[in-house]
Every structure is written in C-alpha cells, then in structure tokens.
T-cell receptor, first 110, second 117 residues
C-alpha cells in the first residue's frame, strides 16, 4: 500500500512568518513530488513540483526533497492570510496517478 | 494553458437516479484522465483511471458498475454515478495531464459537488 503521510495540523503561524509543511512517502519508486493548495470547497491547484534531491525555489515557496529519507517539505516565506488553506502533498511514479496525503491545514493570522 | 473543464459544478439529485459528470481538456489532448472523490475534511481518493479508447481501471473498493466511466475521445471523459444514494454525496474531481507531460503535474477540473437526497 503506497502511502503519503502529512501532519493534519492545523498549523498556525503569524503573518510574515515562515510556514513549514512536511510530508513522507512510502514508495521508494516515487519519482515526482507535488504540492497542491486547496481552498475550502475548491479543487486543488498546483503550487510546485520537484524531482531531484535538494531545494527548488519559486517566489515565496521552496520545496525540499530528500529521497533517501523519503521526505518532502514546503516552506512558505512571508506567510500571508491568503495562504490559509489546506496543503496537499502528492507523489507519483512514472505513468501512475497521483497519490495524495490527507493534507495539512495552514492558518495565517494577521 | 492546460485547462480542464468539469461540469456540472454542483448537482442535487434524488436517490435512485443517475448523474453524469463531464471532464474536458480544453487545450490539450489527454489519453489518460483520473477521477478522484473527496469527502469532507478528507483527502482526495483516486477512484479510477480513465483511458481513451479502452476500459477504465478502477481502484480497489470502487464499484465499476456503479461508477461508469467513458473516455471516448482525447478530450472528454465522463463519470456516471448510477442509482445514486446519499452515501455517494461527495466532491468529485477529475484531472488530466498534457500528453507526455505527466511528470509535470496534473491539472484538476473545478470539481462537482454531488448531493443525493
């Protein structure tokens, strides 16, 4: 059974702080790793994807991947109230569907 | 680019009736589409993989005779919930990726909120 684990939260951070979201996965064959953001009642939207070990930065977001530890993280710098949402970690191997974690709820207070 | 359109966005139906949900890739061809279901405060659960021109592949525990999937063209997949019951009430979301670009993530439709009364 392929699993993706996330802390459900809620994770509460003040505005302007760094939010750190973590994810572990069980399938060592996983090749692609994604972070999606989902607002209540809406479908997920892609924030970032990463394939290689290390860091990948895109604006205020940084994804980190450690395949040896089967660990993916997402850092959100200068958190804003509009970042309050559920963040879903998802992984896939070549040609397979995304497997999602249960998501971490982030709350950014102003 | 890479837009997936899903209709309807919201539907209320009576118990025992059938509901069809459409998923279209607007600006790319999708040989494979995925159907997910999400119950309140839970994550997305893959229901089935829809393959153009062939039978869908269903995940364990998903009744293929209840959730009929048709992928008749490279831009359209449909999910029909047959003989719907209140326990089928959920948020159904389709996703697709541009051909040859699965590794770059999947685009999701806007979802369909199904309520069975």
């Amino acid at each position: 059974q392929k699993e993706v684990e996330q802390n459900s939260g809620p994770l509460s951070v003040p505005e302007g702080a760094i939010a750190s979201l973590n994810c572990t996965y069980s399938d060592r064959g996983s090749q692609s790793f994604f972070w999606y953001r989902q607002y209540s009642g809406k479908s997920p939207e892609l924030i970032m994807f990463i394939y290689s070990n290390g860091d990948k930065e895109d604006g205020r977001f940084t994804a980190q991947l450690n395949k040896a530890s089967q660990y993916v993280s997402l850092l959100i710098r200068d958190s804003q109230p509009s970042d309050s949402a559920t963040y879903l970690c998802a992984v896939t191997a070549a040609g397979t569907a995304l497997i999602f974690g249960k998501g971490t709820t982030l709350s950014v207070s102003s | 680019g890479a837009v997936v359109s899903q209709h309807p966005s919201r539907v209320i139906c009576k118990s025992g009736t059938s509901v069809k949900i459409e998923c279209r890739s607007l600006d790319f061809q999708a040989t494979t589409m995925f159907w997910y279901r999400q119950f309140p405060k839970q994550s997305l659960m893959l229901m089935a993989t829809s393959n153009e021109g062939s039978k869908a592949t269903y995940e364990q525990g998903v009744e293929k005779d209840k959730f009929l999937i048709n992928h008749a063209s490279l831009t359209l997949s449909t999910l029909t919930v047959t003989s719907a019951h209140p326990e089928d009430s959920s948020f159904y979301i389709c996703s697709a990726s541009p051909r040859g670009s699965q590794a770059y993530g999947y685009t999701f439709g806007s979802g369909t909120r199904l309520t069975v009364v």
